[in-house]
């Protein structure tokens, strides 16, 4: 339950840096390319370049790598679990489990990288704008980025839900920490039950709201509109330039 404490989906992280001045289609567009790069990347030069790359966003962005690095107590024991397989049973083993391991710390941090630097409500309008064609196709993209705009709205506030919850069950002598995985497993229930309950209360008092202020009878408005800007055209230059080195180091051009 530990892990609850550092969620860090849907945190934003305020900061006046070039990254979090991007418009958000830009950002999107920048994880999709660069988790590609990241799976494509598997010779020590990729991966250098990779890395020197997410290094230096988040250097741009101004956010303190404890915040980066928050919440991957999980990844860090999977990525252990991981290693030892690899190394062990499969030929050509600690490579290839350092591979992993490289891509999957990458990963996790341009996805918090993502989280920390853009507000949910713009990662919605990002994708709404961004897949806005589909709309043609007759796939409901608003109702989709609602979705994903409520979600990230509602993991930050379930984890501080639980960890309240958390709190006051140890003052009432609950015990999270010793014993095995199964007494941790039914200690857990005092938590995770009142946390249902709490998100089913949440759920139902939104779904209220939206209905109460007439939602999906008329096509929504935005207030902000999405515009690009100089410091996007850069971005969208830089982007590109790391996925074509990318691609010609792996074809063995570079």
């Not at 494509?40 to 966003?57: D, E, P």
């Not at 990288?113 to 409901?140: H, I, N, Q």
């Amino acid at each position: 339950m530990a892990v609850l404490r550092d969620v860090t989906l849907g945190r934003y992280y305020e900061e006046s840096s070039f990254l979090h001045g991007l418009d958000p289609r830009t950002k999107l567009l920048a994880l999709v390319v660069l988790i590609a790069g990241i799976f494509i990347s598997s010779s020590v030069a990729s991966c250098l370049l990779t890395a020197i790359c997410i290094a230096a966003l988040i250097a741009i962005s101004k956010v303190p790598l404890k915040h980066m690095f928050r919440g991957m107590t999980a990844v860090f024991v999977f990525m252990a679990i991981v290693f030892a397989l690899n190394a062990l049973f499969v030929a050509d083993g600690l490579w290839r489990a350092l591979l992993i391991s490289i891509r999957m710390i990458e990963v996790v941090l341009v996805s918090n990288l993502l989280c920390l630097t853009t507000r949910p409500k713009a990662v919605s309008d990002g994708l709404e704008k961004g897949f806005g064609w589909m709309e043609k196709l007759r796939v409901p993209v608003h109702d989709i980025a609602m979705m994903v705009s409520i979600a990230f709205r509602f993991v930050p506030l379930l984890a501080d839900e639980a960890r309240r919850i958390m709190d006051a069950q140890i003052l009432r002598g609950a015990d999270y920490r010793s014993g095995g995985l199964i007494r941790k497993a039914k200690a857990s229930v005092s938590v995770i039950v009142p946390m249902f309950v709490s998100a089913m209360a949440r759920s139902e008092e939104l779904a209220v709201a939206m209905d109460s202020r007439l939602y999906g009878t008329a096509k929504p408005t935005k207030y902000h509109k999405l515009q690009y800007k100089c410091e996007d055209a850069a971005a969208y230059i830089c982007i590109f330039t790391y996925l074509i080195v990318i691609i010609l180091i792996k074809a063995g051009r570079l």
